[in-house]
C-alpha cells in the first residue's frame, strides 16, 4: 500500500512522458510501457516475421529484422543512441521479443551466444555505452545464453548512414578484430541495432566465420 502511494506522488511530481512524441501519460495517454505510449507504438511497422535468408555471398547464414527503420522506430533508436537513454534498451528489446516471438519459442534453441557489434572506445567513451551491447545482454539474459564481447573494433570508422553503398564498404573494411576465440563450432546470434546496407554486419560475421563460428544469425531492431 505504501509503495503504491509513493509511487503515485512520484507521478504527480514527475509525470512520465512518452520519448517518441513526449506527450505525457494520463487518462488521455494510454502507455505501451513505461517509455512509450500506445499510439507511437501503433504506427511502428513490422517487418515480415520470418528469418531472411542471406544471399550465397553474405557470410552469415540469417537476418532477422524487426521492424521498419522509419517514424517512430526512428526516433526511438536515435533517442536510444544519441540522447544519451540507455534505459530505453528494455523497451526495444521488449518490442523485439515481441516480434520475434511470432517466428516460434524454439527460435534462439540452437544459439550457443549473443555478440554485439562493438563500437570504437572513443566513440563508446563519448556516447558512455554501446547500444547493440545492452541490447545483446538483456536478449541474453531472457534466452538464458551467453552474452560475450569476441569482437572489438579496430579502427573509428565514419558513421555508414553518411556514406554511399560503394562507401560504406570501402569503410567498414577492416573495422573488426576478435577479443578473443570462443566461437569455434559456436552458433552465434550478432546482434546490432540497426541495419542498412549490411556491410557492418557482413564484416562482422566474415571475423566470426574466419574464427571457426559454425552459423552466425543478425538479429536487428530495425532494417533501413
Known sequence: ???????????????KNCHICSRIFDRHTAAYDDNICSSCYSTMKK?????????????????LSCYHYEGAVRELIHKFKYDSRPYLAKTIE???HETLSEMGTSLFADVDYFVPIPLYPARA??????????LARILSTRHRKPCTLALRRNKNTRPQAVLSEHDRQTNIQGAFGLNYLPVKDKNIALVDDVVTTTATVQEAARILK????????V?????G
Open 210 to 217: 574466419e574464427a571457426g563460428a559454425k552459423k552466425v544469425w
Open 125 to 134: 567513451r563519448e556516447r558512455e555505452f554501446n547500444q547493440s551491447e545492452l
Open 94 to 96: 521488449k518490442l523485439m
Open 47 to 63: 517487418t515480415a516475421p520470418e528469418a531472411v535468408q542471406a544471399p550465397l555471398s553474405a557470410p552469415y547464414e540469417r537476418l
Open 219 to 223: 538479429l536487428a531492431f530495425a532494417k
Open 1 to 15: 500500500m505504501l509503495k503504491s502511494h509513493c509511487s503515485a506522488f512520484l507521478n504527480i511530481l514527475y509525470p
